[in-house]
């Protein structure tokens, strides 16, 4: 097959080692953000920002030979940040055909007016003319994989997601090996929903790491605050199941792959984490905005799209707002300027165990 | 009120931090195997384990003075581990009267012939005489919760579980402080069948770490196997979830504080870990039980009895063993021998998603 992906940072690059091993045609297309990684990839095939050789079968393309990269693509992938949904959805309208498939690997959801969250895949259709809209499948990816453990070919577990099934079983037989496993579900709004919100939560167990840094460290006696990360876990797990009873989503998204898998792999280190030990530590959410310059925080943009969100959905009667208590506490410290702390008694609440 | 805590163990030890801090007088007796600890604790009130001070109200005893100490306490905390339990069932019997109440920290559970899973607080009842047995309330303490951290007055979150809920209130009420918080359900089944099997699963989330060592270690571009680990951890909580469910425990504690939260921070260190890690090296378990000796390890008598309880419930139709692919696996490393190996396309099966 032919696969133009769209955005040559980690984790679009990094989509074209399972493509690679599996012989077909990749030509890797950087937006105008990524002139530099397409230029080193010219030069060298070398990739800067993954550190590593780009496999065998991939052509790197800058944004102005789009053109020529998408032509006669079997399918394309969209590498490009959550900032740029829309700009791709653009950038590709020109191209796309009806029975044409993209799949992204971007997480976010943006609010509507009337406080519905939106997926990524929703927004780009968006983007789209009304003659084709609705005739082209948009898939995404979600699950617990970092850029950088894929390139380097380790095991790793996802799903594909799309309206259209037989779309993501497509691309899902493009992309499997023996270390990328890929299950597939037509429930695309409910693995987005748990994989975007897992950022912000990523980002509120994080702060757990921040306070201990800010209140004298691990103690005489060796304790660390896991046990309080591991409560912020929990009932992060715990409001993406509520998210996803509220939006129609199939809720086991909430302890499997999508959701407590995905988590468990952004605490492990990485930019969300990194914001939630910044306000941890007492920072507020603009001065660790100044300290993680450049840095896309998906995290954060989640954060706020709620707080657009949730009153909305309270006044339509759909939510509680106290049924959502940590994401209440992410809103206050990171859109409404507020100190960091822990209500943890809201937690846990019985209405829901 | 007066407490007995029986068991200078860790954990036990560290509940006395809260109730100390709740102005109750705390009773602590060591088991015949804590004697060192109990002398300590009477000539300097340092706790060698936890490596702190005791806190104030809080008598060491040994074993041989029990009757002193558990005369006129209001309730029992049990701080012996999961192969002290018959003991301790005997060792309270003569003491016991109709409506007394016991707590447990222990994580566990036997198979009984016929496959079923009893978990500790009703091995415990087993050992009580008929006239005492149904007139004592049972209890146990679930959730995310390291000792030292407790001891150190770090924010924690846990269940109180107990058949007759206004025993799990009582206690609860005695324990609760500003920093550690806690829950109540009746449901104490599904509560210690979520956090017992927690630490079979922790170990085989720390499958991963051993194998990225016995692999090489982190590769040149700085991948870990942090997407495998997630993985598991994911396949982790569906498994629990799957229990709950044929147990008839509450399903949402797998992604609550017994579930999800309780294996997060399992997953952060400790023996359960340890013994992944020695796994996913390469070491059989008699090897890595050598090589960790000393340590109680929770994680594969939890595994032990899976291994008697699966085929039994299998011919009872009432699960079937491909559905717990990772329990399987667990049980092919620790009880048969066999090498560590991932079959990851029979995780996240349709069936259950």
Redesign the interface.
């Known amino acids: 097959m032919k696969i133009m992906i769209l955005g040559a940072g980690v984790m679009g690059s990094a989509t074209s080692w399972p493509l690679s091993d599996n012989g077909h045609e990749i030509r890797l297309v950087g937006t105008h953000l990524d002139h530099a990684i397409i230029q080193n990839c010219k030069e060298s095939g070398y990739h800067p920002r ?3 050789q780009l496999p065998k079968n991939v052509t790197p393309f800058y944004i102005e030979e789009i053109e020529k990269a998408i032509d006669g693509v079997d399918f394309i992938v969209s590498g490009v940040n959550s900032m740029g949904v829309r700009w791709t959805g653009q950038k590709l309208a020109p191209y796309l055909k009806p029975g044409d498939k993209v799949i992204a690997i971007t997480k976010g959801m943006e609010a509507d007016p009337e406080g519905n969250l939106l997926i990524l895949p929703e927004v780009l259709r968006s983007e789209l003319p009304d003659s084709i809209k609705d005739k082209v499948s948009l898939a995404a990816i979600g ?4 850029a ?5 070919q ?4 996802v799903y594909f997601g799309c309206r259209e099934l037989e779309a993501a079983l497509f691309m899902a037989g493009a992309f499997r090996t023996d270390y990328y ?1 890929v ?1 597939t ?1 037509n429930d695309v709004q409910g693995l987005e929903t748990a994989v975007a919100m897992k950022n912000a939560y990523a980002t509120g167990v994080g702060i757990a790491t921040g306070v201990l840094s800010s209140s004298g460290g691990v ?13 912020l ?2 009932q992060g ?2 409001e993406m ?1 509520r998210i996803l009873e509220l939006t129609g989503g ?1 809720t ?6 999508p ?4 988590l ?2 952004t ?3 990485g930019r969300s984490s990194l914001l939630g030990k910044l306000l941890g530590e007492g920072k507020t959410y603009q001065q660790a905005v100044k300290l993680m310059e450049g840095e896309t925080l998906e995290a954060a943009l989640m954060v706020m799209q709620m707080a657009k969100a949730l009153p909305k959905l309270e006044a339509r009667s759909i939510l509680i707002t106290q049924q959502m208590p940590f994401m209440q506490m992410l809103i206050d410290i990171i859109v409404n300027g507020k100190p960091v702390k ?1 209500l ?2 809201q ?2 609440t ?1 209405c ?2």
């Open positions: 993954l550190k590593r699950g617990p994989c970092i950088g453990e894929l390139a380097g380790r095991q790793s577990c496993h299950w579900t103690d005489g006696a060796g304790a660390y605050m896991h046990n309080l990360a591991a409560a876990f929990a797990c715990i199941q199939n086991a998204f909430a302890f499997g792959l959701g407590a898998g995905d468990f792999v605490c492990q280190g822990f943890l008694d937690f846990f019985d829901c165990i």
